[in-house]
């Protein structure tokens, strides 16, 4: 185990600067089109629960404005999401500055997907194993249904690769989910504008 973690770490740190080499440009453009379209700041930053419940703050560019109602509460997403947000969205692109958060050792480039730190009291003992890992950018649940699926089944899906996990499996993910981000499957469910918030299972 302890091999495949030291290995799995150099694997992250390397894959993550080549593609931050690489796709300078492309995150350069995005930056630049946010600022000029959108104004304000380009990337957001939110907490999120990662290995052994260490809080860290994952970086995204941003997708959404600030817009409250008379109240000052914020608008639901839907309709504080962009434009160039949605395209962000769809296209997966607003995940790339998360690379950075793989370099800094919060993230792995596979691994389950960091959640708000107010899940932490809603998961069962179960569910909770999805933390015993670094979690990632991509992961087994996101090439297998992404947000098309139930949060139990995204769970189960999560802990499956906890149990399960290998280099060659990783590897495999990381393959599949090039895939699905051209075909953009499961981004949202079929019947909502954004995933529900997990308040917990009934079991």
């Known amino acids: 185990v302890r091999f495949l973690i030291i290995m799995k770490l150099i694997f992250d740190i390397l894959i993550s600067i080549i593609l931050l080499i690489v796709l300078s440009p492309v995150l350069l453009t995005l930056a630049l089109l946010i600022y000029l379209l959108e104004g304000g700041q380009i990337f957001f ?22 817009r409250t109602d008379k109240s000052g509460i914020l608008l639901p997403d839907i309709e504080r999401t962009t434009k160039f947000g949605s395209f962000l969205r769809k296209t997966s692109l607003d995940e790339l ?10 993230m792995s480039l596979v691994g389950p997907r960091p959640l708000p730190p107010q899940y932490k009291e809603r998961y069962s003992t179960q569910q909770d194993k999805r933390h015993l890992v670094k979690p990632g950018i991509t992961g087994w649940a996101q090439i ?4 098309a699926i139930s949060w139990e089944e995204k769970f189960s899906l999560d802990v499956w690769y906890v ?10 993910i990381l393959l599949l989910t ?9 981004i ?8 529900e918030e997990f308040m917990g299972s009934d079991n």
Do not use: C, Q
Not at 97 to 106: A, I, T
Not at 144 to 147: C, L, S, T, W, Y
Not at 163 to 172: A, M, V
């Open 178 to 186: 090039i895939g699905y981000v051209f075909s953009k499957k499961g």
């Open 97 to 106: 500055p998360g690379l950075l958060n793989v370099v800094s050792g919060d």
């Open 163 to 172: 149990e399960n996990r290998t280099l060659f499996l990783d590897f495999k």
């Open 144 to 147: 297998n249904g992404r947000n």
């Open 188 to 195: 949202v469910p079929a019947d909502k504008d954004s995933m």
């Open 45 to 66: 930053r939110h907490p999120r629960l990662g290995k052994d419940h260490k809080e860290f703050k994952i970086i995204k560019f941003r997708s959404m404005n600030n």
